[in-house]
């Protein structure tokens, strides 16, 4: 639940938001970021109440893992959509490196 809740905040650049609108971003990005502490446990919970021994863990895993899967097809479209701006920054990235050496 923890693990990438850096890269919240890391695709600001990628998306192209303007510097005006970053807190906008961040105000709607970090309720939606964070909702899983609310909603993951809840659900937890309550399928290992409802569903005794290993078929409530079972579900609850299933849950997580069709979850990951959602969250692997968004990340690919999301390279897609933004595979050229990520070009973009890493070339410009590597201009500044040049420039400063």
Same mark, same amino acid.
Request: hydrophobic share 50%; net charge neutral.
């Given at each position: 639940?923890?693990?990438? /809740?850096?890269?919240? &905040? ?23 970021? &964070? ?21 409530? &863990? /079972? ?25 050229? +701006?990520?070009?973009?920054? &890493?070339?410009?990235? +590597? ?7």
């Amino acid at each position: 639940m923890y693990a990438i /809740q850096a890269l919240h &905040y890391a695709i600001l650049e990628e998306g192209d938001y303007p510097t005006e609108f970053t807190g906008t971003a961040v105000a709607i990005i970090a309720p939606l970021g &964070y909702s899983s502490e609310v909603f993951v446990p809840i659900v937890a919970g309550y399928l290992l109440d409802h569903f005794s021994g290993a078929l409530g &863990y /079972q579900l609850f895993f299933g849950i997580l893992a069709t979850l990951g899967c959602i969250g692997l097809i968004a990340t690919i479209i999301w390279l897609s959509i933004t595979k050229e +701006k990520r070009k973009m920054i &890493y070339e410009s990235k +590597k201009l500044k490196a040049k420039e400063a050496v």
